[in-house]
T-cell receptor
Framework: AQSVTQLGSHVSVSEGALVLLRCNYS??????LFWYVQYPNQGLQLLLK??????LVKGINGFEAEFKKSETSFHLTKPSAHMSDAAEYFC???????????FGTGTSLTVIP | DTAVSQTPKYLVTQMGNDKSIKCEQN?????MYWYKQDSKKFLKIMFS???????INETVPNRFSPKSPDKAHLNLHINSLELGDSAVYFC??????????FGAGTRLSVL
């Protein structure tokens, strides 16, 4: 069984500052890991994913995440926050069949001008 | 063209009514899902269908019944609506292990 924990339901950063959104997972099998972004009143959009290979994955809009097996983590970062990054961010884990897909509870990112 | 489309976008109804939400994907994906997002933004998987067959049926009241007439469609029918059913319902599709496309959501309000 898989599960995801996102630490911090609300994160505020200043424009231009580092964005760090935390995600820890639990999985009995090698997981696939994902980050999604949800803008107000919209559906979810895939930011990036880790399946196999390089543990540092780059996504859209300058975001990246690093899979750390020893820490069971998949934290999302962006070097410099932009006002347009304000949104809800969801970490997700799936097994390799894709039939079991579980989301974290989400982190709301506020960017302060 | 919208990859995953849901209708309606908003649904306001009285307790006890029966309603349906439709979902269609034009991506040729084999797997479709329904998720419920509550007021705290928590996303919970409800159902997963692979090529018209039910794969996942999480702990969901049997008032909720998914129907997949073909692999491009996964509709959600809800009987005897309750106040607690108020939420945003998202349809999604995937090919393989990555859900890349979500619908825009259906905001259901039960009065």
């Amino acid at each position: 069984a898989q599960s995801v924990t996102q630490l911090g339901s609300h994160v505020s950063v200043s424009e231009g500052a580092l964005v760090l959104l935390r995600c820890n997972y639990s999985s009995s099998v090698p997981p696939y890991l994902f980050w999604y972004v949800q803008y107000p009143n919209q559906g979810l959009q895939l930011l990036l994913k880790y399946t196999t290979g390089a543990t540092l994955v780059k996504g859209i809009n300058g975001f990246e995440a690093e899979f750390k097996k020893s820490e069971t983590s998949f934290h999302l970062t962006k070097p410099s926050a932009h006002m347009s990054d304000a949104a809800e961010y969801f970490c997700a884990v799936s097994d390799r069949s894709g039939n079991q897909f579980y989301f974290g509870t989400g982190t709301s990112l506020t960017v302060i001008p | 063209d919208t990859a995953v489309s849901q209708t309606p976008k908003y649904l306001v109804t009285q307790m006890g009514n029966d309603k349906s939400i439709k979902c269609e994907q034009n991506l040729g994906h084999d797997t479709m899902y329904w998720y419920k997002q509550d007021s705290k933004k928590f996303l919970k998987i409800m159902f997963s269908y692979n090529n018209k067959e039910l794969i996942i049926n999480e702990t969901v009241p049997n008032r909720f019944s998914p129907k997949s007439p073909d692999k491009a469609h996964l509709n959600l029918h809800i009987n005897s609506l309750e106040l607690g059913d108020s939420a945003v319902y998202f349809c999604a599709s995937s090919q393989g292990t990555v859900i890349q496309y979500f619908g825009a959501g259906t905001r259901l309000s039960v009065l």
